[in-house]
């Protein structure tokens, strides 16, 4: 499978402990992304790399947020102090760079968060 | 910023009818509308887009509308199947999208056998 892999797919914590998401676009695709999606709404975005370089971050990403692409390959996001409204599906997504004609999104399957 | 409102919320269906999504978008400035589908446990995935240099787009039994001066773009399923049951988003951006990619708030739509 070439596509876009997150783990792990569901994660259930207490309130003020830490937790860490990873992504492994596809391969050939030096953009990463992630969005973070609430029951209900769609995808609102929180950051983003070219390459390792972060390039881009919404004002959704608090201090207690932090992502990493150290190599330019896989992705981390880490949630440090988990609160129980960051109880969402964290979406990982890839793109080449430039995105092309096509524009189009390349979404992983999710990880979902619950924060007790 | 960039807003997208999406209606409506959840659509039902009988199999065989035709199903329409219809979306506002508020930045003139947009030039590019995909819509994804997001069956349950997966991601969002690209079913259709287009250009605001286009008024319509056709792949098979789906087909996107386009009014850039209304600022709306609408979603037509034609010839409903119970496959097409899932959330379907609509999504705006300046550029050819990626993070500059505004989605709705996404319809429910339920396919009736």
């Known amino acids: 499978d070439t596509g876009v892999s997150q783990n792990p797919r569901h994660k259930i914590t207490k309130r003020g402990q830490n937790v860490t998401f990873r992504c492994d676009p596809i391969s050939e695709h030096n953009r990463l992304y992630w969005y973070r999606q609430t029951l209900g709404q769609g995808p609102e975005f929180l950051t983003y790399f070219q390459n390792e370089a972060q390039l881009e971050k919404s004002r959704l990403l608090s201090d207690r947020f932090s992502a990493e692409r150290p190599k330019g390959s896989f992705s981390t996001l880490e949630i440090q102090r988990t609160e129980q409204g960051d109880s969402a599906m964290y979406l990982c997504?890839?793109?080449?760079?430039?995105?092309?004609?096509?524009?189009?999104?390349?979404f992983g399957e999710g990880s979902r968060l619950t924060v007790l | 910023g960039e807003n997208v409102e999406q209606h409506p919320s959840t659509l039902s269906v009988q199999e065989g009818d035709s199903a329409v999504i219809k979306c506002t978008y508020s930045?003139?400035?947009?030039?590019?509308f995909p819509w994804y589908k997001q069956e349950l446990g997966k991601g969002p995935q690209l079913i259709i887009d287009i250009r605001s240099n286009v008024g319509e787009k056709k792949d098979q039994r789906i087909a996107v509308t386009l009014n850039k001066t209304a600022k709306h773009f609408s979603l037509h399923i034609t010839e409903t199947q119970p496959e097409d049951s899932a959330v379907y988003f609509c999504a705006a951006s300046k550029g050819t999208g990626g993070f500059k990619t505004i989605f709705g708030a996404g319809t429910r739509l339920f396919v009736k056998a």
């Open positions: 930045d003139s400035a947009s030039n590019y």
């Open positions: 997504a890839s793109t080449p760079s430039p995105t092309g004609v096509n524009g189009e999104l390349f």
